[in-house]
């Protein structure tokens, strides 16, 4: 385990896990540790020995949203901040080239809950909640939240949620589809990594094809993920995990997807 003083940094059996680690404020987030998980998940994104990122909270939060003992005097308008610290964040996240999953340990508020809604895959321990908290100070949704939140649930709710800053709990967050899975509390760290753990078993390659197809095809017109789904399968056909699907399918045994990291084209 690595530690900065905001981001915990741990890796087993392909998972790469960054823990926000502020937790006497609920991991509300300074420039400090937004730029610090900006690092860490880009540096994810070259280490071949990384197949997953996990993103989580110390503590009985996930992330309160931005730190308001952070904002006055910081010499920065709110777009320039946002242009600096939030959006490089996200879009990160959106580009990285492997699965980001984002495990909502705790109430995840205001750019928390953007960043709870960014991840590819969702998981929530059962005491998690995510707040659209930004109205509460009057300001506007922020960090994808406005791109995200009426994908998922539609224009109205995602109003509803954003002008009453009411409190989303897990069960309602399943039911929404603001989350793929619902883990206990008590083992809610160990169902993570083995969630994850699965994940990094699948075709690495795939995976990251399948993740540049989904996020084109949310903006674009069905002709155009025609188009892109047959360029990005070409890729995907001509690499060693297609051939090694096959095989496994016709000798009737388990595809084994994952390689020595030192293999040459991992
Ligand atoms: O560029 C820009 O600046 C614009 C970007 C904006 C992005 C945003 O995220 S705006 C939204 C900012 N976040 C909030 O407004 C959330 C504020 N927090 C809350 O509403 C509540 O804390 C929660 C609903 C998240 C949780 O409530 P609860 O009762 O479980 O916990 P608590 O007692 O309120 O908080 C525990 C401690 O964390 C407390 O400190 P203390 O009293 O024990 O010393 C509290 O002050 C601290 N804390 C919680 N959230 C923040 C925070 N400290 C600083 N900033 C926070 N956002």
Same mark, same amino acid.
């Given at each position: 385990?690595?530690?900065?003083?905001?981001?915990?940094?741990?890796?087993?059996?392909?998972?790469?896990?960054?823990?926000?680690?502020?937790?006497?404020?609920?991991?509300?987030?300074?420039?400090?540790?937004?730029?610090?998980?900006?690092?860490?998940?880009?540096?994810?994104?070259?280490?071949?020995?990384?197949?997953?990122?996990?993103?989580?909270?110390?503590?009985?939060?996930?992330?309160?949203?931005?730190?308001?003992?952070?904002?006055?005097?910081?010499?920065?308008?709110?777009?320039?901040?946002?242009?600096?610290?939030?959006?490089?964040?996200?879009?990160?996240?959106?580009?990285?080239?492997?699965?980001?999953?984002?495990?909502?340990?705790?109430?995840?508020?205001?750019?928390?809950?953007?960043?709870?809604?960014?991840?590819?895959?969702?998981?929530?321990?059962?005491?998690?909640?995510?707040?659209?908290?930004?109205?509460?100070?009057?300001?506007?949704?922020?960090?994808?939240?406005?791109?995200?939140?009426?994908?998922?649930?539609?224009?109205?709710?995602?109003?509803?949620?954003?002008?009453?800053?009411?409190?989303?709990?897990?069960?309602?967050?399943?039911?929404?589809?603001?989350?793929?899975?619902?883990?206990?509390?008590?083992?809610?760290? &160990?169902?993570?990594?083995?969630?994850?753990?699965?994940?990094?078993?699948?075709?690495?390659?795939?995976?990251?094809?399948?993740?540049?197809?989904?996020?084109?095809?949310?903006?674009?017109?069905?002709?155009?993920?025609?188009?892109?789904?047959?360029?990005?399968? &070409?890729?995907?056909?001509?690499?060693?995990?297609?051939?090694?699907?096959?095989?496994?399918?016709?000798?009737?045994?388990?595809?084994?997807?994952?390689?020595?990291?030192?293999?040459?084209?991992?």
């Amino acid at each position: 385990m690595t530690q900065t003083s905001v981001i915990a940094t741990h890796t087993r059996a392909g998972v790469r896990t960054l823990t926000l680690n502020r937790p006497d404020r609920l991991n509300a987030a300074n420039d400090e540790l937004l730029l610090a998980l900006t690092d860490e998940l880009r540096a994810a994104d070259t280490d071949s020995a990384v197949r997953v990122v996990v993103i989580t909270g110390a503590g009985r939060g996930f992330c309160a949203g931005q730190d308001l003992g952070d904002v006055s005097g910081r010499g920065m308008t709110f777009t320039e901040h946002l242009n600096a610290t939030y959006n490089p964040l996200i879009r990160t996240i959106r580009a990285l080239g492997k699965p980001v999953i984002t495990a909502v340990n705790g109430v995840a508020a205001g750019a928390g809950a953007s960043l709870a809604l960014s991840g590819d895959i969702r998981l929530w321990a059962q005491s998690a909640s995510l707040i659209e908290v930004f109205s509460n100070i009057a300001l506007v949704p922020d960090s994808g939240s406005t791109w995200f939140l009426p994908r998922l649930v539609g224009y109205h709710r995602a109003f509803e949620m954003m002008a009453l800053a009411d409190r989303v709990r897990a069960d309602d967050a399943l039911r929404l589809g603001l989350c793929e899975q619902v883990f206990p509390d008590d083992t809610f760290a &160990q169902d993570v990594q083995a969630y994850a753990e699965r994940l990094a078993a699948r075709p690495a390659n795939a995976l990251n094809l399948t993740k540049q197809a989904l996020n084109a095809a949310m903006t674009g017109t069905l002709d155009q993920a025609l188009d892109e789904e047959a360029r990005l399968q &070409q890729l995907a056909g001509d690499h060693w995990e297609h051939e090694e699907g096959v095989s496994a399918f016709k000798e009737k045994r388990p595809a084994q997807f994952v390689r020595d990291v030192n293999s040459p084209d991992q």
